[in-house]
Every structure is written in C-alpha cells, then in structure tokens.
C-alpha cells in the first residue's frame, strides 16, 4: 500500500511541475500585475516559479519516503532520501531569484543536517 502510495506522489510531484509551468506559472508570468518585491519583476518572477516547482518536489519527497516505508528501508535511508531531496529544494530559489530569496540557507541546513544524520546516527 504504501508504495502505491509512494508512486501517487511521485506522479503527482512530476505532473504538477510539469502541467504547472504549462498552465499556470506561464500564464501568471506574463500578467503584468506581479506582486512588488526588492530585486523587480524578475525575483518576483523567480520566487513564483520555484515556489511552485518545491512542491513538486517536496511531494517527491513524501513520495519516496513512502516507498522507502513500504520496502522497510532504515530509518537513515528514508531521511537521507528527504535530506536530498532538501538541497535539491535549495538550488530552486538559487537559480530562479539568483540567491535573493533566503528560501535557500534553510533547505541547506535542513538537508544537511538531515544527510549527517543519516550518515552519523542521532
């Protein structure tokens, strides 16, 4: 059941992201109403466009994590699963907004203290 359920999420992460940025992010990026923000249209922009794809992929995240479950892998290897998938997060706001959104400082915090967790034990 749970892989099932890992699978879901997985196929749910990877249509979001890819019906998203067809339908929706396109569209709202070419409105020119886009909300004021320090660093112009295009961190407003960016910030629009990796907020919506760390959905995707936080529900990868989820996804594989309960798949891990299913498969009865270790507690280590299911948050070193979520402990990547974090920095992978880290790199949307990095590129999207050049590093002017701090999205970024807590997805590396997190994802690595969730990797030397799961590398070192609690």
């Not at 990877?14 to 004021?36: A, K, M, Q, T």
């Not at 529900?59 to 009865?72: E, K």
């Not at 880290?90 to 590129?95: E, F, K, Y």
Request: charged residues 10%; aromatic residues 10%.
């Amino acid at each position: 059941m749970l892989l099932i359920a890992g699978v879901l999420m997985v196929l749910l992460g990877i249509g979001h992201s890819i019906l998203g940025e067809r339908y929706v992010v396109g569209w709202l990026l070419e409105r020119d109403e886009l909300p004021p923000m320090k660093g112009g249209r295009a961190v407003a922009a960016g910030t629009i466009r990796f907020a919506w794809h760390v959905t995707s992929l936080l529900a990868i995240a989820i996804g594989v994590a309960l798949a891990l479950f299913g498969f009865d892998a270790s507690p280590q290897a299911i948050v070193g699963s979520i402990g990547g998938m974090l920095l992978l997060c880290a790199l949307l706001p990095i590129v999207y907004t050049r590093w002017r959104h701090p999205s970024w400082v807590i997805f590396v915090v997190s994802g690595g203290l969730c990797l030397i967790w799961s590398f070192i034990g609690a």
